[in-house]
């Protein structure tokens, strides 16, 4: 018992440190999965930091490789001495959630690799990918009886996330012009006069028109969605409001801070009694 609650306690902070938006809505999880859900999203931040945690192209992909290898030893009953791998196996219903695990670590391999996705169909993909597996995962330990409908839900919440997540990136990244935008949209982008981010916000906003089509898609099927990954789509709409009402140049220049917890909370507390 000691072991796995140090395993959990790791988890928890780790998904806190890194990853708060997650870890915020991840206290809206029942209790009953909580902890898996913690687990589930530290794994996820291991292979999210895969690039800025190896030095080149090679070592991200021993890296990811080394994950999937984890994962493998883990459906063959032996678990690595690593705290996240151990808790990744203390999951119920873990093989319900093992190919989305690989197709996210598939995915991540676009991370490491300087080109980025060619066009915006292999963004979206991305970013289902990351972020709506992620997402599907959580709620198939949360829901036993999750229908295809709030595998959807969790879907898009989970891309639109993902998604809106790459614009605040791509703006703060502007300057020194290593956004992950498509290949082909963001070649012509260069060849533009102007500045940097004034070219490549038609990109952002065929971004950010994706983000609210899916939260849109969601809030028909769901309009009073309830959980922690309703609480997402949440912190994903203030993002968006903030994004649309200052606009990509006066972030560029402060950038947005990030969601605190009392913002989140008060935010979350409202979303409870009306749409997200």
């Known amino acids: 018992m000691v072991h796995t609650e ?23 999880a029942p209790s009953f999965a909580r902890d898996d859900i913690f687990a589930l999203y530290a794994f996820n931040q291991e292979l999210a930091k895969t690039k800025e945690t190896t030095s080149e192209p090679t070592l991200g992909e ?35 959630i093992i190919p989305l695990l690989s197709q996210i670590i598939d995915a991540r391999r676009l991370d490491i690799y300087a080109d980025g996705p ?16 992620i997402l599907q995962a959580a709620c198939l ?13 969790a879907q898009d919440i989970g891309a639109a996330f993902a998604m809106t997540g790459l614009i605040r990136a791509s703006i703060w ?25 004034t070219n490549i916000s038609p990109i952002l906003d065929q971004m950010l028109f994706r983000s609210k089509n899916w939260l849109t898609s969601v809030r028909t099927r769901a309009p009073k969605g309830k959980g922690h990954i309703f609480r997402i789509a949440t912190i994903t709409q203030r993002y968006i409001t903030d994004l649309e009402k200052r606009g990509y140049a006066d972030v560029s220049k402060a950038p947005l801070s990030p969601i605190t917890p009392g913002v989140i909370l008060k935010h979350i507390g409202f979303s409870l009694v009306s749409k997200y």
């Not at 959990?8 to 915020?24: A, K």
Request: net charge negative.
């Open 6 to 28: 140090i395993k959990t306690d790791y988890c928890q902070n780790l998904v806190r440190d890194e990853d708060p938006d997650r870890y915020l809505a991840c206290l809206f």
């Open 62 to 96: 021993i890296r990811l490789t080394w994950w999937q290898e984890t994962l493998d030893g883990i459906t063959a009953g032996h678990v690595r001495e690593h705290p996240v791998a151990i808790a990744v196996s203390n999951i119920q219903r873990l093989p319900k």
């Open 118 to 133: 060619v066009d915006m169909q292999a963004l979206i993909t991305y970013v289902q990918r990351t972020g709506g597996d």
């Open 141 to 153: 330990l949360e829901n036993e009886k999750a229908t295809d409908s709030d595998l959807q839900n």
């Open 173 to 197: 990244q502007a300057a020194a012009n290593t956004h992950f935008l498509p290949q082909d949209q963001k070649k012509a982008a260069s060849q533009s006069s102007g500045d940097t981010l």
